[in-house]
């Protein structure tokens, strides 16, 4: 069974930034789209970012429009590793992270934004971003 480790979240102030990280261990060998969720009022998920990764650092990235200004996601040089730069932090990002993944159609079949397109999910890592 699959596990994905999440670390980097923690306590900023507003205008800071933060590095998320994300390692996927033990995932089925298909796996090759990764990313990012957070968790809105409402018990909803937001799309934040993802990365094809079977095709190495280089891969597509998709991004929520409201956030790509300000977050980046990159690949490690492991198949199984992505980062999610958050800069210029607002109090509005404050939110539990989750790192997510699943299969290439859940990068390449546009539904990347979608959480059911993912079959592994993380713990989560808090980010707290104060005025």
């Known amino acids: 069974q699959g596990q994905l ?4 979240g923690g306590s900023v102030q507003a205008g800071g930034s933060l590095r998320l ?11 090759a789209c990764m990313g990012w969720f957070r968790q809105i009022p409402g018990n909803q ?5 993802a990365a094809y990764t079977a ?27 992505v980062y999610l730069e958050l800069n ?3 109090p509005e990002d404050t939110a539990m992270y989750y790192c997510v993944a ?4 859940a990068c390449r ?4 934004y979608v959480k059911e397109s993912f ?4 713990q989560g890592t808090q980010v707290t971003v104060s005025s």
């Open 102 to 105: 699943g299969r290439a159609f």
């Open 55 to 81: 095709a190495g650092t280089g891969g597509a990235t998709y991004y929520n429009a409201a956030l790509k200004d300000r977050f980046t996601i990159s690949q490690g040089n492991a198949k199984n590793t």
């Open 5 to 8: 480790v999440e670390s980097g």
């Open 109 to 112: 079949g546009g539904s990347w």
């Open 88 to 90: 210029n932090l607002k």
């Open 45 to 49: 998920y937001l799309g934040v970012a």
């Open 119 to 122: 079959n592994y999910w993380g």
């Open 21 to 31: 990280s994300c390692t996927a261990s033990e995932v089925s060998p298909s796996t």
